[in-house]
């Protein structure tokens, strides 16, 4: 078994500069092809509701080009749902979506709308996507994702690298519980939000974890080194991390 974890790259903020001048540069999909080439083993675009990034142009050419699955992120809403069955991507992973919020601010409450997602769940499994659901490494949030029948979740990092000293290491604990419990169950656990090369180490370190989503701090860091650099330099902290040999070439 190998201990490798993968990277999915979130390239929605390649979308981000381009949309500022609504223009066609610079290209997620481009990016997507770099990050592909640099190491990443996926690519994550989350298609929000008010198209602030990624748009469905962006998908429908995701879909024709990429060589590694993609993950998209979505809102449990019947429009992404109609995209998501008419895509059939590798992976879709259900996340909250408010329109006002900067970024996704919090894991889905999965206890609180267990009927609602049932549904998404079925109909996205059944047409041949891999379901995860973003959820806050909550004991009850993790049951509750069991209890429907997603095959995956992806577990909240964003308060973990916000906090710092002893209010992070008590959240990296409450993670580290989260993600045991959740493979107890039998389920395959992600983990992403916010992770930056100070806060990827402890997080690649828990074993049981098979993928890491990250997005923002990768684009941020290219506009110094590059995008290769960036995600060469991500994908080697994560090897290390787990004490494997860097599967980036020097
Ligand atoms: N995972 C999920 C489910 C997300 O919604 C996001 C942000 O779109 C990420 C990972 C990546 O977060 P960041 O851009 O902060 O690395």
Redesign the pocket.
């Known amino acids: 078994m190998t201990n490798k974890l993968r990277l999915?790259v979130?390239i929605?903020?390649v979308a981000t500069i381009r949309n500022a001048r609504g223009i066609m540069h610079p290209d997620p999909v481009r990016a997507a092809e770099m990050a592909v080439a640099a190491g990443a083993d996926g690519i994550?675009a989350?298609l929000r509701e008010d198209r602030r990034h990624i748009g469905d142009r962006d998908i429908d050419q995701l879909m024709d080009m990429l060589c590694v699955p993609l993950n998209l992120?979505m809102a449990a809403t019947n429009e992404m749902l109609d995209i998501a069955l008419r895509h059939k991507p590798h992976a879709v992973?259900i996340?909250p979506e408010k329109r006002q919020e900067l970024?996704?601010e919090g894991g889905l409450d999965v206890a609180g709308q267990h009927n609602r997602l049932a549904r998404y769940i079925q109909l996205l499994g059944e047409n041949g996507s891999r379901v995860?659901l973003?959820i806050d490494a909550d004991r009850r949030q993790i049951k509750a994702a069991y209890d429907l029948g997603a095959p995956v979740i992806?577990i909240?990092t964003?308060a973990y690298?916000d906090l710092s000293g002893d209010e992070r290491i008590a959240e990296l604990k409450r993670i580290i519980a989260g993600v045991q419990y959740a493979v107890s169950l039998g389920l395959e656990v992600?983990?992403?939000?916010?992770?930056s090369y100070e806060t990827v180490g402890p997080i690649a370190e828990i074993a049981e974890l098979a993928e890491l989503?990250?997005?923002?701090?990768?684009?941020g860091e290219a506009i110094f080194c590059g995008l290769t650099e960036s995600i060469r330099k991500m994908r080697s902290a994560m090897d290390s991390a787990r004490g494997i040999e860097s599967s980036v070439d020097e």
């Open positions: 999915g979130n929605d903020h994550t989350h992120e992973c996340v970024t996704t995860s973003f992806e909240h964003g690298c992600h983990a992403g939000h916010g992770l989503n990250i997005g923002h701090f990768l684009i």
